[in-house]
T-cell receptor
Framework: NAGVTQTPKFRVLKTGQSMTLLCAQD?????MYWYRQDPGMGLRLIHY???????AKGEVPDGYNVSRLKKQNFLLGLESAAPSQTSVYFC??????????????FGPGTRLTVT | AQKVTQAQTEISVVEKEDVTLDCVYE???????LFWYKQPPSGELVFLIR??????QNEISGRYSWNFQKSTSSFNFTITASQVVDSAVYFC????????????FGKGTMLLVSP
């Protein structure tokens, strides 16, 4: 059981370049989330998905797009990277939501630098 | 809107001291969940505890204990006899019981335990 994995672990982009971050989970979880972590800001929700084929905006969605074509994968895309998107990105998943919610399981993070 | 406040940005203690990390939250929901996560220097996020809003029992797990007080909207975390391995950033988080279980994080408290 790998849990939640993220690819790549590190990346450096130039302003204007695009890239996709891949999150994969092998726990058959319905819910998946993308957060970004910036110094002194905690974690902030970018986008999330409540099931295959569905996505929704979180607190800071601008400049990002997501897709959930398969239940186990959740992709985060940056179409035109900006220095303000330099951050550590965490993916998470959880099995239950609402009244039965459990903890979210987090991936190891991707450190992205945009120059 | 939900909000989590961790007023202590950084705490430094000497090994074997007890330390309490404060967490104050705001929510309009009557049913919600509170969490604590630990982020050691290696960067991963480690789940520590989940607490339902309707269960105000305090919880103890080894050297860790949590004090949930609905009347003051607080969910404080105490480490007894701290150890160097407790050095980490600790996040408090809140989620409504309804909806899709998105987490609202506090900004985190960095705990430094010196020998």
């Amino acid at each position: 059981n790998a849990g939640v994995t993220q690819t790549p672990k590190f990346r450096v982009l130039k302003t204007g370049q695009s890239m996709t971050l891949l999150c994969a989970q092998d726990m058959n979880h319905e819910y998946m989330y993308w957060y970004r972590q910036d110094p002194g800001m905690g974690l902030r929700l970018i986008h999330y998905s409540v099931g295959e084929g569905t996505t929704a905006k979180g607190e800071v969605p601008d400049g990002y797009n997501v897709s959930r074509l398969k239940k186990q994968n959740f992709l985060l895309g940056l179409e035109s990277a900006a220095p303000s998107q330099t951050s550590v990105y965490f993916c998470a998943s959880s099995q239950w939501a609402g009244p039965n919610m459990r903890e979210q399981y987090f991936g190891p993070g991707t450190r992205l630098t945009v120059t | 809107a939900q909000k989590v406040t961790q007023a202590q940005t950084e705490i430094s203690v000497v090994e074997k001291e007890d330390v309490t990390l404060d967490c104050v939250y705001e929510t309009r929901d009557t049913t919600y969940y509170l969490f604590w996560y630990k982020q050691p220097p290696s960067g991963e996020l480690v789940f520590l505890i989940r607490r339902n809003s309707f269960d105000e029992q305090n919880e103890i797990s080894g050297r860790y204990s949590w004090n949930f007080q609905k009347s003051t909207s607080s969910f404080n975390f105490t480490i007894t006899a701290s150890q160097v391995v407790d050095s980490a950033v600790y996040f408090c988080a809140l989620s409504a019981a309804g909806g899709y279980s998105t987490l609202t994080f506090g900004k985190g408290t960095m705990l430094l335990v010196s020998p």
